[in-house]
């Protein structure tokens, strides 16, 4: 089971170092017995919820908080940067002391062993890399992302590693969507995607290697409102075909995910109750399929250099009801950046998702329907993350689904 609230950050240590002989790698506050320090971090904002784990050289640290997360407010940006300048002033690692030391039993290592960064050096061709580990916040699909780079914060490139039951599923799920966009000819127009740098199976873990995000502009305005142009071409990109959802290729493997999952807990049940609501007043509606990112959020996309970068695609799938990347993207701007109470965003949002379906190439009068089914879907993705023993709390998702269908969003 995925545990991060410990004070000792352990697991991070044996996803990166690996596990040569019985003892396995640690990270903690000081050197155990019997061990060796060979990396040392600093953690923020916390050692025992820590959001990311930061070179202590001035240069790097300053250089990887501009790529901690991707803030839509201009606020919060210029929030980051500052920060980026706190650390390569030395202020930050003058107050406080955060150092997270990784160590390895003292015994030596098999000579064949290759932990995670000498394999990445040798990608580079480099064996100067220096890393930051962005852990983020608990969610089902958490897992750790390394900015590689050079000792003077360089960004080479970043490393997303499964490391579990469920972020190896997605990771591996990214590089094969990311190949297929990357053979798109024409490439899509409204667009970009990193590039696979590397990717293969290091240890259990699967390690994919991307081509380094752009950084956008500090002035650029709030991303409330979905590109839909892009969401258009996105939706067609694998094609898309018309059907009765209860008949669709989606529906039915959205029932089996569903039943794989099933026991006697209240997500679960609300599920059940989704599901039945759905078939009853949806099932016989037409609807349009195609395909969907899975993650359509704000911070997931930017546009730099007057381009739409868009990443995380481990959640891409197809097919999908076309526009219901759109309806996820509203929901979480109401939820997550307006504060918006789960209860009151998804009426509201039911009620305005219209013309932003439409407009994104789905079918008119099927705003309450779309409304649910992503609420279905998230709900969905933190019983299956439970299943596979990663316990995560849903604040947002199922509070709202339980409003819909006890209100049937009328």
Known sequence: MFHNSQPSISWVAEVI???DGEQPPVAQTDVPAGYQAIYSLLAIP????????????????????????????RSARLAERALGIAFQTGVVQQLVDKRVYFSIPTATRSPEFVDLLDHLGSVFGRRDISIAVI??????????????????GLCLGFAKIGFNDVSRPLVASEARTL???????????TFRV?????????GENEVLLLSPLPRPPVLERSRLQPPLDAARELAALTGTETDQLLRS????????RVMAVADDTPSSRLLG???????????????????????????????????????DWERFKSPAPVGLDVARFDFDVRVKIRKEMPRR??????????????????????????????????????????TAGVLVADTNYATALNEALQTRLR
């Not at 916390?46 to 407010?73: C, F, M, W």
């Not at 089902?140 to 003077?152: A, G, V």
């Open 273 to 311: 109750h989704g599901i039945d609501l759905v078939e009853a007043e949806f099932g016989a509606r037409e609807m349009l399929f195609g395909s969907w990112h899975g993650d359509w959020i704000p911070w997931n996309m930017c546009h730099a250099g007057g381009v739409l970068h868009i990443w």
């Open 135 to 152: 852990l983020g916040r608990e969610r089902p699909n958490r897992k750790p992302i390394l900015r590689i780079m050079t000792p003077d």
């Open 179 to 189: 190949r297929r966009l990357a053979k798109l000819d024409p490439p899509p127009r």
């Open 46 to 73: 916390t050692i025992q919820k820590p959001y990311a784990l930061l070179p202590s050289d001035r240069r790097a640290a300053s250089e990887s908080i501009k790529d901690l997360g991707n803030p839509v407010h």
């Open 17 to 19: 170092f690996g596990r």
């Open 249 to 256: 290729r989606y529906w039915r493997s959205l029932k089996e």
């Open 194 to 202: 990193p590039a696979v740098l590397d990717y293969r199976r290091h």
């Open 345 to 386: 965003a998804i009426h509201r949002s039911a009620l305005d998702l219209g013309p932003f379906l439409e407009a994104a190439g789905a079918p008119s009068g099927n705003a309450r329907a779309y409304a649910i089914l992503h609420l279905i879907e998230m709900v969905l993705r933190y019983q299956e993350s439970a």
